[in-house]
């Protein structure tokens, strides 16, 4: 089974902008591992922002956006703001089969 | 209001079974694929199974193969997980999610 990776931590300012990323063990993440990127507060469900690679949903703040970047799949945070300080997993698909990441926990501060 | 309701967790002992139930409502079920995912206590995020929207294709993870079924009914807007052969470390939160959608989630405690 592939491991997905992503960045344990990171931290922002308000109001500024930082990258997640999602790499694959088997190689360049591509538009058909159809990359998936979710938001999950303590105690709540997790909440899915990005779907195939870049398309959001109604409920998808703007100022999140996904993208290919580098070989990995990336979710751009631009104007962050402190509601936004949660763990963000990422979740590639292989043949059929998703695998998530080991999430990232993103503190604004 | 679009709503995934999760049913049928519990405590069950290794090697026992449970069958998950999520209801859909508000919610164009049979247009969507439908996924399990499950959440260890202080864990991530683990895909269990996910299930086409006629219900002719199922994925598993490898670590449930033969031993867990997803089903759906598209008639009554539901999909099942049933889970066999249990064991310690599934003990989770399982959510059913479709449409960019979650459940609030079943608790499964497996333990003796």
């Known amino acids: 089974q592939a491991v997905v990776t992503q960045e344990p931590s990171l931290t922002v300012s308000p109001g500024g902008t930082v990258t997640l990323t999602c790499g694959s063990s088997?190689?360049?993440?591509?538009?058909?591992?159809?990359p998936h990127w979710f938001q999950q507060k303590p105690g709540q469900a997790p909440s899915t922002l990005i779907y195939?690679?870049?398309n959001k949903y109604s409920w998808t703040p703007a100022r999140f956006s996904g993208s290919l970047l580098g070989g990995k799949a990336a979710l751009t945070l631009s104007g962050a703001q402190p509601d936004d300080d949660a763990e963000y997993y990422c979740?590639?698909?292989?043949?059929?089969?998703?695998?998530f990441g080991g999430g990232t926990k993103l503190t604004v501060l | 209001e679009v709503q995934l309701v999760e049913s049928g967790g519990g405590w069950v002992q290794p090697g026992g079974s449970l069958r998950l139930s999520c209801a859909a409502s508000?919610?164009?079920?049979?247009?969507?694929?439908m996924v399990w995912v499950r959440q260890p206590p202080g864990k991530g995020l683990e895909w269990v199974a996910s299930?086409?929207?006629?219900?002719?294709?199922?994925y598993y993870v490898d670590s449930v193969k033969g031993r867990f079924t997803i089903s759906r009914d598209n008639a009554k807007n539901f999909v099942y997980l049933q889970m066999n052969s249990l064991r310690d470390d599934e003990t989770a939160v399982y959510h059913c999610?479709?449409?960019?959608?979650w459940g609030q989630g079943a608790l499964v405690t497996v333990s003796s």
């Open positions: 195939d690679t870049s």
């Open positions: 979740l590639l698909v292989y043949s059929g089969v998703g695998v």
């Open positions: 508000e919610f164009t079920f049979s247009a969507y694929w």
């Open positions: 088997t190689g360049a993440v591509t538009s058909g591992h159809w």
């Open positions: 999610v479709g449409g960019g959608f």
């Open positions: 299930i086409k929207k006629d219900g002719s294709e199922k």
